[in-house]
């Protein structure tokens, strides 16, 4: 008779704390990890791990599966890669707490920032809930491929408390801070592992309004964290571009909410193409607040933060074109024969011109930040290769290369912007800012930009590309496990798992290493309402285990679905 649930025999370990890697079997009963190392007695179920490489699940704390954890089991594509705990409610956007007269409202807020359709959040979310508690039994009530847990976003709170007044970003009086704050230890209390807001300019509803949160106050942030310290639990986490123009007090602001009110902070960073060495100036304000006792870590990405630009996206550089604009709702192949006839080809360039060096263009970096694509992505473009530099070289108008290349192969074409991270035109950035001491990775938005960015698949690339295919500066494969672990797991107060160690939750992946990879992005349709989404799923993954259950064998769902919510912290027992 077997003792053990599960056994993984003879894997090569990278346990989530960053050591050296070594040859160990893992036993798992009850959910929970009960051995490491030489393990005699069998499993009721066996994975032979032998050349394969061992790891915790991966923790992704900056994803926006909100709406989607509402109406799916499976949050894909973040469990395509190896994730096993997904954190929510990211940006301060959500769906609780709400009134129903603010059902449109909230829609409109995630689509406009998230990039998430409305038509497929009508169709798709229940609204049988008012609080964030209610919201939280909605989740605990259903079953997923990963653990999910949710922060409470800042700007349904603030419509909730001051409705109109928060759309038109007026001030909060004591009474709304008053109220917030209650609200917020009644959310931590119910299980919120935080509190999330933005400050971000680019955050905007569909009707272009900027997010309710845009300009709250410091003592109605203060308010709200204090809101979590009267719950003595959560985490905050920010949205802000702290070198835009009036925001440059905000880090300051938002180091004195985090002395007087002892709740950690995390925020999201990258560097920006207008301010390329901006990061640095960032990381030596954190590294002075770390220097204070300040539990403060800025979120970092380990490659750009990219659009990925399709025909059928949700957005593209010929949208401006009626005649293309005509032409977008029709299916994919009909779509693509119909541009590939010359007479339209010349109509759509022709309505496009005007706009060849407007605001549209210019959300895709010009051309000499736009590069085409065939197959895999290739997140590290050459300079060289940008389509204005291949346009140049081969006597071609950009324009025209660009619409070529989107019709061709049935419409399948694709071309890659690199948003942020890619100044230089080189990853060297990223490869600091990933080593820095006060980072953490994340920032992959998983369930958001579903019609024009694929990042939720940053944990792949993070050990495929950093530890094994980079050719200068590879990094320690183990410490690279740990970032996406046990880092991830600590900065949102989870100590239960991150680690493959007796007591750890039994989250685990078995990966082929030297197979691992990413394929290429691919539009779907199957969000609610027929909606579309881009996947990339990846190669490498053997088995992904959750709670002591595997959910995918070699990429395929097994059935199994032991994810569950994740109430606040979760300490290890």
Sequence with gaps: MAKFDLVVRGGTLADGTGGALYEADVAVSGGRIVAVGQVADAGREEIDAKGLLVTPGFVDVHTHYDGQAVWDQRLTPSS?????????????????????????????????????????????LSWNWESFGDYLEVLAARRYDMDVAAQLPHAPLRVYVMGDRAC????????????????????????????ATSRLLNHRSLRGDPIP??????????????????????????????????????????????????????????????????????????????????PITAQVAPRPTGSIITLQGSTNPFLLSPTFKALSGKPLGEMAAALR???????????????????????????????????????????????????????????????????????????????????????????EMIQHP?????????????????DASFPTYLLS?????????????????????ADS??????????????????????????RLGLEAPVMTQDLPAGGSRLMQRARGYVATVVSGETVYRDGHATGALPGRLVRGPAACC
């Design 80 to 124: 395509f890669h190896g994730v096993t705990t997904a954190v929510m409610g990211n940006c301060g956007v959500g769906f609780a707490p709400v009134r129903r007269a603010d059902h449109d409202r909230l829609v409109e807020l995630m689509e406009g920032v998230e990039d998430l359709p409305g038509v497929v959040l009508h169709e798709g």
């Design 168 to 195: 038109r970003l007026e001030a909060a009086t004591e009474a709304d801070i008053a109220e917030m704050r209650r609200l917020t230890t009644e959310a931590m209390r119910a299980g919120a592992v935080g509190f």
């Design 213 to 294: 949160s845009l300009r709250a106050s410091e003592a109605e942030l203060l308010g709200i964290a204090l809101g979590m310290s009267d719950a003595g639990a959560g985490v905050m986490e920010v949205a802000c571009d702290f070198g835009a123009a009036g925001h440059e007090g905000d880090f300051a602001m938002l180091r004195r909410v985090v002395a007087q009110s002892g709740r950690p902070l995390s925020f999201s960073l990258n560097q920006k193409n207008r301010d390329p060495e901006g990061w640095r100036r960032i990381l030596d304000l954190v590294e002075d607040a770390r220097a204070q006792n300040l």
């Design 341 to 431: 006839d010359p007479a339209v080809r010349a109509r759509v360039l022709a309505e496009a011109e005007p706009h060849r060096h407007g605001p549209e263009m210019g959300r895709f970096g010009g051309f000499e930040r736009l590069f085409v694509q065939d197959g895999e992505i290739d997140y590290a473009p050459a300079r060289e290769t940008s389509i204005a530099r291949r346009a140049a070289a081969e006597g071609l108008d950009p324009l025209a290369m660009l619409y070529d290349h989107f019709v061709k192969d049935g419409g399948r074409g694709v071309a890659y912007f690199p948003v942020n991270n890619y100044a230089d035109f080189d990853l060297d950035a990223v490869l």
């Design 438 to 454: 006060n980072t953490v990775i994340g920032l992959g938005d998983g369930g958001a930009h579903v019609g024009i960015i694929a």
């Design 465 to 485: 590309h950093w530890a094994r295919d980079r050719r200068e500066g590879r990094l320690d494969l183990g410490w690279l496990v740990k970032r996406q672990t």
């Design 489 to 514: 797991a600590r900065l949102v107060g989870m100590t239960d798992r991150g680690a493959l160690a007796p007591g750890q939750k039994a989250d685990i992946n078995v990966i082929d290493f030297d």
